[in-house]
């Protein structure tokens, strides 16, 4: 004899140490929402209503809780035992082995088995074969809570909308795997006479309750507008983004499941899942306008873990890449000046023809594509470039495009200088000695974390001096960086002043901490708010950004407004913010400290970041 | 001799007193004959006449011979050189990809050390050109002359508005990003500092005309590195005797002269090829003088030879009948829709309008002294036409429009007359004027003086050179 587990809740019963019965099927079904078991069971079980606690001991775990049990004659076991019907209610099924099936009764405990090999067959089967069994058992109680379980409708692959009394109207667009295991549904619902009691998403043993109110909701008057004549009272916004964690199994059907107000159970087949990358965060951010409350909630319960689950996959294996020296590149620079190239790699260009005046040889620049498709072209316009310019450089090819945070970081991995300036491509010097400045800004004291330059537009008018945040009250309060004093010309102010950040388009740090901090935080996507985060990480340890405006560079930011507005890229940033809010505005709201400007649009103030 | 300039034989110095010039054109003049071939040429001609140590580089066209993995080719001679481009250029910003050609024409510089590269035009080359010059043979000083305003207008240089063709007036990152939407302001902003830069490396800007000079003054260049100074001269035909000069006097007579009618047929094409026109051989106005306006060139849409011939309509109809326009120029090279347009007009055409086609350049001479008058009506600015400088040559003087180069060549009432740009009626008034008292037109070609011949303005050639050498 043996002692249960601890926390079986039946400590100090004794189990036997044989066998108290077998068990020949076991499945879990979720149409049931519980395991079913048949076997037999010995004749010292006593067949009564009140309902035995049961544990399922599996490899990795085990269930329990109190299941419905019925017996029934079966002739090969007559003289031992009888046959039993067990079904334990559990939300969601598991994968590993049954070890044994544990049964408490009155202060006795039985072990059932498993058969070798344990048969587990699929939900209707299993159910069928239930239900066959159940029709010998007596008549009791139990049988009949049993059978109205088993009398539930299962899932066939077939759609059963269309049998709902009140009609209920869903479609998905799209569906989308967020790795591990998550799910981003889209598409669009109408349910007119609000027939929807539950909605599910099922997968194999995996089930979630889908709660309508979490959903990002999405404007489809296209819809609206097919159903109109039919039903009144519809909305715009019956489209709908939804997240759904922990349910997707390879291999194993997903589907929705619709319980109704009038008892009635239907399914619709999702039917194939994609598999996600930059596109689809792009798709999946399309379309969207969320404001006010709804964009807190939006991101929390779908955008945030979608995109991160998302962009995480997408960042899965580190980036490989090839790297090319061009002319006599420093061995000990002073500093390395990092610089992604995407798209424009004419920039790398002109960026180079200006340098090769302005420039020290002491410094390195370490030019990263981030463009693998114009491998080729930036190679043969690199080697073009040196025999112009004559100016030394470092050129990283990653192998596939990753985005700005991944690709500084590349650089950062390579770089060997003292110092390490991070630069965008579209930065052009305006004084000769601009680097000169920053860096001698940076040695000049410990606390000099981060240093900034005056970064001004063609027109010289001010495009950065130093990022202020602000709280904008119609994007859920969050926290943005803005530019003080972008669009007018410079100011009077001193020539090296603290600021609360320093953006990413021309950013210097001592290589050391640069490298403590890790870098640029991946988790942002694309290329917002990645740089004040990394201000943030400098700040965190103690350290200050600067802005020297001795150093001066004109820089070309997107000029348009309409591909500033793109919705994908604007609702990228308000993600990228999102982050930035659980990183470090939410746990100890430190907004007190800083500067706010006058209200002005809100819109304009997201786009800037965007820019 | 360097491993990259093996096989470039260079010629040896004639003569220690004159600079030795290095020119440059963007196309080699034995394969093409444009205006900065044609300029660079005869200044390669005239200093070696002179006794000069002159070198010419052209850029290779299509049907010139390659010598497989070499930039620089001599099938001229000794002192001449074919540069074969290695990589597509970029015409925005002037930007030549060559990864060869820099330190190739670094090392010939180094090796020939002149006192002075005159570049006529920078197309091809690249911009950065300047800089591997100055990189070769730091001595040496660079001349750049300057051909259309390609460096300040993207629209080929000709400081039109690329959607309605109307002049403009002065550059801005908006303006051409409005002519150019596939580029933004940023684009021409940085198209600008790329070749200021290296325009940097330019010692002196040569201008033909002074309104260029001013547009590129008020462009950026420094306006102590501007001079004026007119391109070198065609080679000219020989001149026809001396009395083939004198016109025969218009006489008044001619006023007068019922407008003829020819029935049934059209003007222009029905003599297309025919040295004259109807009216002109018919003897309609055998009365009285026949006034002939000849027109010369290109027949490209800026050309506004749809102007010349809507005024000659307009003449037509007010009934001038002593007029006779004759057109020596080919537009079978022009866009598909100009073409087109050019073909109805000249089937439109008044009997007053005569199409000769294509002309052989070495006639030129002669055809202009059959003519009472040069008319150019172009609609852009230009800059120093050839034809206004044959048209003086001849003897004639040059009906034009109003603006730009041309307006500046041809001073109203001297020797020529300016009408409104792109207004048919202005120039139809302008001719009608003449017709009505064919005196002014002797009285303008009285006025008229010749170009300075080639000499002169090599003179003037190595003034500038030795001023900037020092």
């Given amino acids: 004899m043996s002692e249960a587990g601890l926390d079986t809740g039946h400590r100090g019963l004794v189990l036997p140490d044989q066998n108290n019965g077998s068990i020949d099927f076991l499945s879990y079904c979720p149409a049931m929402e519980g395991w079913l078991a048949g076997g037999w069971i010995d004749l010292n079980w006593d067949d009564q209503d009140f309902p035995p606690h049961c544990v399922l001991e599996f490899g990795d775990g085990k269930v329990e809780g109190e299941a419905v049990l019925c017996t029934f004659p079966r002739s090969d076991v007559r003289k031992i035992g009888v046959g039993m019907l067990l079904f334990l209610p559990a939300a969601t099924g598991r994968n590993s082995g049954l070890h044994d099936i544990l049964l408490f009764q009155f202060g006795r405990g039985f072990r059932l088995t498993p058969s070798e090999p344990l048969d587990t067959p699929a939900e209707g089967e299993a159910m069928a074969r239930a239900k066959a069994l159940a029709g010998t058992a007596a008549r009791t109680g139990r049988r009949t809570q049993l059978l109205r379980l088993l009398n539930r409708p299962t899932f066939t692959g077939q759609d059963s909308f269309d049998t709902l009394q009140h009609p209920v109207f869903l479609e998905l667009d799209g569906a989308y795997l967020c790795p591990p295991d998550g799910l981003l549904l889209r598409g669009w619902m109408i349910d007119p006479f609000d027939t929807t009691q539950v909605l599910r998403v099922r997968c194999g043993p995996a089930v979630a309750v889908l709660d309508r109110g979490q959903w990002v909701p999405i404007a489809r008057p296209d819809v609206r507008e097919g159903f109109s004549k039919q039903f009144g009272g519809l909305e715009d916004q019956c489209g709908f983004l939804a997240f759904v964690p922990n349910i997707y199994i390879p291999g194993e059907p997903v589907y929705f499941e619709l319980q109704s107000r009038l008892g009635e159970v239907v399914f619709k087949r999702i039917p194939s899942v994609r598999s996600t990358g930059v596109d689809t965060i792009k798709d999946t951010l399309s379309h969207l306008e969320l404001r006010y409350d709804d964009l807190q909630n939006g991101y929390d319960h779908v955008l945030g873990p979608a995109v991160e689950a998302m962009n995480r996959f997408r960042l899965r294996e580190p980036v490989g890449y090839h790297e090319m020296s061009f002319g006599d590149v420093p061995e000990r620079p002073r500093c390395s000046i990092i610089v992604p190239l995407y798209g424009r790699i004419d920039f790398m260009e002109l960026q180079l023809a200006f340098f090769s005046r302005s420039l020290s040889r002491d410094h390195e620049i370490i030019y990263v594509l981030d463009d693998p498709k114009q491998m080729r072209a930036v190679s043969a316009l690199a080697n073009s470039c040196l025999q112009r310019f004559l100016h030394p450089f470092r050129l990283v090819m990653l192998s596939h495009n990753v985005g700005y945070a991944p690709a500084n970081n590349v650089g950062l991995k390579v770089a060997r200088g003292e110092y390490v300036c991070f630069l965008n491509s579209d930065v052009f010097p305006k004084t000769p000695d601009w680097l000169e400045y920053m860096v001698e800004t940076a040695a000049a004291s410990p606390q000099h974390g981060v240093v900034g330059a005056l970064l001004v537009f063609e027109d010289e008018t001010v495009q950065h001096e130093g990022v202020a945040y602000e709280r904008l009250p119609e994007f859920a309060d969050w926290q943005f960086s803005l530019h003080p004093r972008k669009g007018r010309f410079p100011g009077a102010d001193g020539e090296i002043e603290t600021v609360e950040g320093i953006t990413g388009a021309c950013l210097l740090m001592p290589m050391a901490l640069a490298r403590a901090v890790g870098g640029f935080d991946e988790g942002y996507v694309i290329g917002d708010f990645e740089d004040v985060d990394l201000c943030r990480k400098a700040q965190e340890r103690g350290y200050d950004c600067v802005v020297d405006r001795r150093a001066r560079l004109y820089h070309l930011e997107r000029q348009s407004q309409g591909e500033q507005q793109t919705s994908w890229r604007l609702n990228l940033t308000l993600y990228n913010a999102w982050r930035f809010q659980n990183r470090w505005v939410r746990p100890g709201a430190t907004g007190s400290g800083y500067r706010l400007r006058p209200a002005g649009d809100a819109a304009a103030a997201v786009t800037e970041q965007v820019a | ?470």
């Avoid at chain 2, 059959?370 to 003087?397: H, K, L």
């Fill in chain 2, 1 to 470: 001799m360097s491993e990259v300039l093996d096989g470039i034989g260079v010629a040896p110095r004639v003569d220690g007193t004159l600079p030795s010039v290095f020119i440059m054109t963007h196309s080699h003049p034995k394969l093409t004959r444009g205006g900065a071939e044609i300029s660079a040429n005869t200044l390669f001609r005239e200093l070696k006449a002179r006794g000069a140590t002159a070198w010419l580089m052209g850029v290779a066209s299509a049907r010139s011979a390659l010598r497989l993995g070499a930039t620089l080719t001599q099938p001229y001679g000794p002192d001449d050189f074919v540069y074969h481009p290695n990589a597509e250029f970029d015409y925005f910003k002037f930007a030549n990809p060559d990864p060869q050609f820099p330190r190739v024409l670094e090392e010939l510089m180094a090796e020939l050390r002149p006192d002075i590269v005159h570049s006529h035009h920078f197309v091809r080359f690249g911009v950065e050109s300047f800089a591997a010059i100055k990189r070769g043979s730091p001595g040496t000083r660079i001349v750049l002359s300057l051909h259309e305003y390609l460096a300040i207008c993207n629209h080929h240089g000709q400081m039109m508005k690329t959607r309605t063709l109307r002049l403009c007036e002065k550059e801005s990152y908006a303006a051409c990003a409005a002519c150019f939407p596939q580029h933004g302001e940023r684009d021409f902003f940085l198209r600008k500092r790329y070749i200021q830069m290296f325009f940097d490396d330019v010692d002196l800007f040569v201008s033909p005309s002074h309104f260029l000079a001013d547009r590129f003054r008020s462009w950026g260049l420094p306006p102590e590195k501007l001079t004026v100074l007119e391109n070198m001269p065609p080679e000219r035909p020989e001149l026809p005797a001396a009395e083939a000069r004198t016109p025969a006097p218009p006489r008044p007579a001619a006023i007068a002269t019922p407008k003829p009618r020819f029935s049934g047929e059209r003007g222009a094409l029905a003599q297309e090829g025919t040295p004259a026109g109807r009216r002109a051989a018919g003897g309609v106005a055998a009365a009285g003088r026949l006034l002939r306006f000849g027109f010369f060139g290109q027949m490209s849409p800026l050309k506004g030879i749809l102007v010349l011939m809507d005024a000659a309509k307009r003449l037509d109809a007010m009934g001038v009948d002593n007029v006779v326009i004759e057109i020596y120029g080919d537009y079978s090279s022009q866009p598909p829709d100009f073409q087109k347009a050019v073909k109805e007009a000249l089937e439109e055409a008044s009997e007053n309008v005569v199409f000769h086609g294509v002309y052989d350049n070495a006639q030129v001479n002669d055809l202009m002294r059959r003519m009472d008058a040069i008319v150019m009506p172009s609609t852009w600015w230009e800059n120093s036409p050839v034809v206004i400088q044959e048209a003086f040559t001849n003897g004639r003087p040059v009906i034009c429009s109003n603006i730009g180069g041309m307006a500046e060549k041809v001073t109203h009432g001297v020797n020529g007359l300016h009408f409104e740009v792109s207004r048919p009626a202005s120039l139809a008034a302008v001719l009608a004027e003449l017709a009505e008292d064919p005196g002014k037109l002797s009285a303008l070609q009285a006025t008229v003086t010749p170009p300075p011949d080639a000499g002169t303005v090599l003179d003037e050639h190595l003034t500038l050179y030795r001023r900037v050498m020092n």
